[in-house]
């Protein structure tokens, strides 16, 4: 049983897309950080961290986007997330995510100007691993939609990074996360 706590559009989103495109069986548990959900001693138990997400495996949590979307890939290899027969692809989609969690995210709060041309010039053209979508591409999306949504970058200021959200707004995974986290409300800082 997969159990996701998440926060509509928060880092969670990520996982959230990635079981719809799986399209397995998973309980959504909403948290909000207006009732301080994530400070919760409960919570803090499974996330000692006090983030989303979590991933409940079985009662068991795994945390860190990077990990939960490389757990979910490995285990449901049919969905074609992750190029398994191939160990360098496979280590570049684990570059990329190493370096939106370690660089891109951190990214976004010192704004425009710094995170400006990062992320755009090495992703080029295409999804991140060229010519093949996987997690990395889930991942990079979610930084994006957020740095698009928040900060609202002028049309043309990350070319490559506005023609990849506007391929993952098509996906029905990305839609369906989308429909399900603006019901339940987002709460984000601006
Ligand atoms: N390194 C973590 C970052 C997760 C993260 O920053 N989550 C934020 C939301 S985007 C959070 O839960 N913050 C709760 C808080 O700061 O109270 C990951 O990749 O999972």
């Given amino acids: 049983m997969l159990t996701l706590y998440f926060a509509p559009g928060a880092s969670s989103m990520a996982v959230h897309i990635a079981l719809h495109e799986i399209g397995v069986a998973f309980e959504g548990r909403p948290m909000s950080f207006k009732s301080n959900d994530m400070r919760a ?3 803090l138990r499974l996330n000692p961290e006090g983030k989303v997400p979590t991933l409940l495996i079985d009662e068991r949590p795994l ?18 997330l992750l190029p398994c027969d191939d160990a ?15 660089t891109l995210h951190p990214a976004r ?7 400006k041309g990062i992320a ?17 591409d889930i ?24 023609a990849h959200y506007a391929r993952m707004a098509e996906r029905p995974a990305v839609q369906r996360t989308i429909e399900v986290e603006s019901a339940v409300g987002y709460e984000l800082p601006a």
Avoid: C
């Avoid at 979307?69 to 074609?80: C, I, K, S």
């Fill in 41 to 43: 001693p409960d919570y």
């Fill in 63 to 80: 945390t860190e986007v990077a990990a939960i979307l490389f757990y979910l890939a490995r285990r449901f290899p049919e969905a074609g």
């Fill in 88 to 102: 360098e692809a496979e280590a570049h989609a684990l570059s990329w995510m190493s370096f939106i969690a370690s």
């Fill in 109 to 115: 709060r010192r704004g425009l100007d710094y995170a």
């Fill in 120 to 136: 755009d010039r090495r992703l080029g053209q295409g999804w991140t691993l060229g010519a093949r979508y996987s997690i990395a």
């Fill in 139 to 162: 991942h990079l999306f979610r930084l994006y939609w957020r740095l698009f949504n928040s900060l609202k970058p002028a049309a043309g200021t990350f070319p490559n990074l506005d």
